[in-house]
């Protein structure tokens, strides 16, 4: 064999050596670990405050994730029943909410109704309630309805039982019998 045939057949030889070391080198895959979310997921939710021994509220939902770390509950229909001095005052049926839980804060999300002791039924979106304040809010058109009347508006706030509400652009329509 020439020298040039076995430099030639040396080099394809040490070739092949180089391409199998370094070509089948173990690729390591790098993921990134993200950190877990701190969230429960509860069925049958249920919050009650008090106040002083008297019933505030009782708020039950469907579901609920709850984020530890900032205190909110993201509820799946909800239901809350407030109460002044203990006594029924009225119902807040909503789509979706959010209760902040140190607060008790609540954000009805979506189609939000209430209705009162005395028969009157509020429709309204995405409403808020102020725990401390124990005030009810939106800034979204409503209407009300009571026994032969609707009221309509672009706004309100009021106490739970609906008995000192202000409403703006208030337009009402009395019904016919």
Known sequence: MSDLKKVKLNLVFISLIFIILFGCKEK?????????????????????????????????????????????????????????????ASTLVAERAKINMETYDIQGVGKCTIDTIDNEQLQTTDLMYDASKELIYSNRDIVITNPGQKIYGTSFHSDTKLDNIIIKDQRTVIDEV
């Open 28 to 88: 390591k895959i790098i993921i990134d670990e993200t950190p877990p979310i701190s969230e429960q997921a509860i069925e049958k939710f249920t919050i009650t405050q008090t106040n002083e021994g008297k019933l505030k509220m009782i708020l039950e939902a469907e579901s609920a994730t709850i984020n530890e770390e900032t205190q909110i509950a993201n509820l799946k229909l909800p239901i809350v029943k407030f109460y002044n001095n203990g006594g029924y």
